[in-house]
């Protein structure tokens, strides 16, 4: 068979690049994890130095999902 080339994918699967917004759902769901974790932790700090009981540990959490929600609109344009 003259000019017939075989397959270069015998198998059928697609071993191309992913898409572009391949993860995209991860890197949300960081954002808002790490913001919480990082500014609770910083409230944590706040409280423990001031001698309270959690209160800026939750506003800092709060905080932290805001920034990680500011930071999923800049970066992935949602």
């Known amino acids: 068979m003259t ?3 075989p397959s270069q994918n015998p198998r ?3 071993d191309g690049p992913p898409p ?3 993860g995209m759902g991860m890197t949300a769901l960081a954002y ?3 913001g919480m974790v990082v500014w609770g ?3 944590l700090l706040v409280d423990h130095f ?3 009981r959690g209160i800026f540990a939750g506003i800092g959490s709060i ?3 805001g920034a990680g929600v500011y930071l999923i609109v ?3 344009g949602a």
């Open 32 to 34: 808002l994890i790490s």
């Open 50 to 52: 001031v001698g309270t």
């Open 63 to 65: 905080i932290g999902i």
């Open 12 to 14: 059928g699967d697609d």
């Open 3 to 5: 000019g017939h080339e």
């Open 20 to 22: 572009a917004d391949t």
């Open 41 to 43: 932790g910083i409230g």
């Open 74 to 76: 800049r970066h992935l």
